[in-house]
């Protein structure tokens, strides 16, 4: 017969956060510090060393949001092996599921940097439309028809074009990409010697 008491009443739902910081509790070598790759069935684990402590669509939300995450998913590529709840080795990463999680990084990458382009792509137009309204002779009107945007919508463009401007104006001009400062003078030519020198006779 088990020594372990039934529980008395069945488990609320926990939300993914209050759901880690119980498993952080209970589990501190697996689920403290940084994400790592968990031992496949890990949930039937929890239940068996933690019954009663959580429903099952409580672990099943959490371990979606988890797994899902960026550092799980970088834990996968890197990691030697999987973990179990005492952040013991506990079976292989197959290379399937590392390219499926290399896969997603790469896509999350490129969607992140497609964002940060177009974002800026939006910043320097707002700034051209703030410098040009500051030097046109139109009327409001003729100006909001030249660059195909809604007069109501003016205002707010050119205020949240200040703003950006202010906290970070745009960059100067590149330099002029000449010779590198302190580089050493340029070779004499090939074709001409030196002024003051004679080409060596030939011997042959």
């Known amino acids: 017969m088990s020594s372990t008491p039934a529980p008395t009443a069945a488990p609320a739902d926990l939300s993914p956060a209050e759901c880690a910081e119980r498993l952080k509790s209970l589990f501190p070598a697996l689920f403290s510090g940084d994400a790592k790759p968990l031992k496949l069935k890990i949930q039937a684990d929890i239940q068996q060393r933690a019954p009663g402590q959580f429903t099952k669509h409580t672990l099943s939300a959490f371990f979606r949001r988890y797994t899902g995450s960026t550092p799980y998913l970088i834990a996968l590529t890197k ?13 292989e990463i197959s290379e399937e599921h590392r390219k499926v999680a290399a896969d997603e990084l790469a896509r999350r990458r490129a969607n992140a940097r497609a964002r940060r382009e177009q974002e800026e792509a939006q910043r320097r137009e707002r700034f051209n439309l703030l410098r040009d309204y500051e030097r046109t002779t139109l009327t409001r009107a003729n100006f909001c028809a030249l660059k195909g945007i809604a007069e109501a919508d003016l205002d707010g463009l050119l205020a949240q074009a200040r703003e950006e401007t202010a906290a970070a104006p745009p960059r100067p001009p590149r330099p002029d990409r000449g010779r590198p400062p302190g580089r050493g003078p340029e070779r004499p030519s090939q074709g001409k010697p030196p002024h003051g020198h004679k080409r060596p006779a030939r011997t042959a």
């Open 79 to 91: 990691a030697p092996h999987r973990f179990d709840l005492d952040g013991q080795p506990a079976g």
